[in-house]
C-alpha cells in the first residue's frame, strides 16, 4: 500500500502490519526494519515533517521527523515507537494480510506495536502542529525487540523534552515497569563414558545444584523492598541445554534466566556473578540484556494531561524503550491503543475501534495544547 493511498489510521496500521519487520535477532532473516522505515519517512514527509534516517546497523535504521517549533513554544514532546516485530514463527493468521474481521485487525504487530504507531502518526497528521504552543517529533526505533540499540542511540540524541513510547496499554501511562537481566549461565565438566560416570564431572548435575541454590536464595541477592506498584523481583529459568549423546556424561551446560529487576537492582547481573562466587557454586555468568526499570513522577504535567484525557497510572512486569530516555535524563512513559496480551500470540490483533480511539485520543493530547481551542 502506498502512503497516498492511506486513508484512516485503521488503513494506516493495515500498510504498516503488510510490511515484515520481524526483529533479524530471530529465527528469520529480515531487512524490514529498513522498508517500514522507508515507509514512516515517506508518511511523515507528507504530514510536514523534515524526515531524517539513521542507520544503528547495517540495514536498520531509525527514522526522525521533526516539525518547527512554533512560535513561543520553549519545549518539545517525541512520539517514540518501535519499527520491529517479534517474528512469526507459530503464527495461526497470516502474519502480513492485515486482515479485517469481526472488528478486528490481524497480523504480527497489530497490538505490539503497529497500533500504537498508526494511532500516533494519524494524529499528528491529522493537527495543525504550527498552533501548539509545544514542539512535536517523532522517532520510528529499531530493535525494540531484542536490544533496544534504536532507543539506546535515540536518546543519546536528547531531541525533546518528553517521551511517549508507544506500547498497547488501553491508552493507561505506564510510567514506571521493571528492568529485566537476561543472562546465560554455563557450567562445564568432563566428559567419559556413561557407564563410569563416577569417572568424569557432569555439567547438567552442576546445573542443577546451582540453580537450586539460587533459586532458593535470590530474594538475598541485591535486596530491596517490594515496590508498591510493581511487586517484587522474579527470576524464570527459560532455557537449559546441555549434553551431547545419552551415553556420555556432559562436559557443558547453559542456562538462561529471565530476573525482572526493580529500581536499586541496575547491578543485578554483577550480582549474581558475586553470589556463585562467594558461595562457590559452579557457573560462568553471560549477561545477553540488561535493560533499566522505569521511573517517571506520575506529577509531571506532560502526564497530567493524559490523566485528564481519561488515561490509568500503571505500572508493568514488562519494560520497553521508555527506560532509555529516562537515563539520559529525559522523562517518558509508555501508552498506546490495544491490549499487551495479544502480543506476541499466534493470532495477534487489536480491536479496530480501540485503534480508531487511540488515534483520537492522541489528536485530543496534542490539541490540548492549542491556546486557541482551549479559549473557544
Not at 506520575?298 to 490509568?312: E, H, M, Q, T, W
Request: charge should be negative; aromatic fraction near 8%.
Amino acid at each position: 500500500m502506498k502512503v497516498s493511498s492511506v486513508h484512516s489510521a485503521v488503513e494506516l496500521c493495515q500498510a504498516l502490519v503488510q510490511i515484515p519487520s520481524e526483529n533479524p535477532s530471530g529465527s528469520v532473516a529480515s531487512n524490514g526494519e529498513e522498508a517500514i522505515a522507508q515507509f514512516v519517512g515517506e508518511f511523515l514527509g507528507s504530514a510536514g515533517a523534515r524526515v531524517e534516517y539513521e542507520e544503528i546497523a547495517p540495514g536498520r535504521p531509525n527514522v526522525y521527523g521533526m516539525w518547527p517549533i512554533p512560535s513561543g513554544a520553549t519545549k518539545r514532546i517525541l512520539f517514540a515507537p518501535h519499527l520491529d516485530t517479534v517474528t512469526v514463527e507459530g503464527m495461526n493468521v497470516d502474519p502480513f494480510l492485515a486482515k479485517r474481521l469481526d472488528g478486528r485487525l490481524y497480523g504480527r504487530g497489530s497490538s505490539d506495536t503497529k497500533g500504537s504507531m498508526a494511532a500516533m502518526l494519524w494524529a499528528l497528521k491529522s493537527v495543525d502542529l504550527s498552533k501548539l504552543d509545544i514542539a512535536v517529533g517523532f522517532a520510528g526505533l529499531a530493535d525494540e525487540e531484542f536490544e533496544q540499540l534504536g532507543a539506546r542511540a535515540c536518546a543519546v540524541r536528547n531531541m525533546a523534552d518528553f517521551a511517549i513510547v508507544g506500547e498497547p496499554t488501553n491508552l493507561d501511562v505506564v510510567y514506571t515497569h521493571k528492568g529485566t537481566a537476561w543472562l546465560e549461565i554455563e557450567t562445564r565438566g568432563k566428559a567419559v563414558h556413561a557407564s563410569i560416570p563416577e569417572t568424569g564431572v557432569n555439567a547438567i548435575d552442576c546445573m542443577r545444584d546451582t540453580l537450586t541454590i539460587l533459586i532458593e536464595r535470590f530474594p538475598e541477592i541485591c535486596p530491596v523492598p517490594p515496590d508498591p506498584i510493581l511487586g517484587k523481583a522474579t527470576l524464570s529459568t527459560g532455557r537449559i541445554r546441555g549434553g551431547s549423546k545419552i551415553n556420555v556424561v556432559p562436559d557443558r551446560c547453559s542456562a538462561e534466566l529471565d530476573i525482572r529487576t526493580l529500581p536499586g537492582q541496575e547491578s543485578m547481573a554483577t550480582a549474581i556473578a558475586e553470589f556463585l562466587q562467594q558461595h562457590q557454586l559452579p557457573g560462568i555468568v553471560n549477561p545477553i540484556k540488561v535493560s533499566a526499570p522505569l521511573y517517571t513522577s506520575p506529577d509531571n504535567p506532560f502526564i497530567r494531561k493524559f490523566v485528564a484525557l481519561g488515561s490509568r497510572l500503571m505500572g508493568a512486569n514488562w519494560f520497553c524503550d521508555a527506560a532509555f530516555f529516562v537515563r539520559e535524563g529525559m522523562p517518558a512513559i509508555a501508552i498506546g491503543p490495544g491490549s499487551i496480551a495479544q502480543a506476541h500470540t499466534a493470532d495477534e490483533f487489536i480491536e479496530i475501534a480501540e485503534l480508531e480511539r487511540g488515534a483520537k485520543f492522541f489528536t485530543d493530547y496534542l490539541l490540548s495544547f492549542d491556546h486557541d481551542r482551549i479559549k473557544t
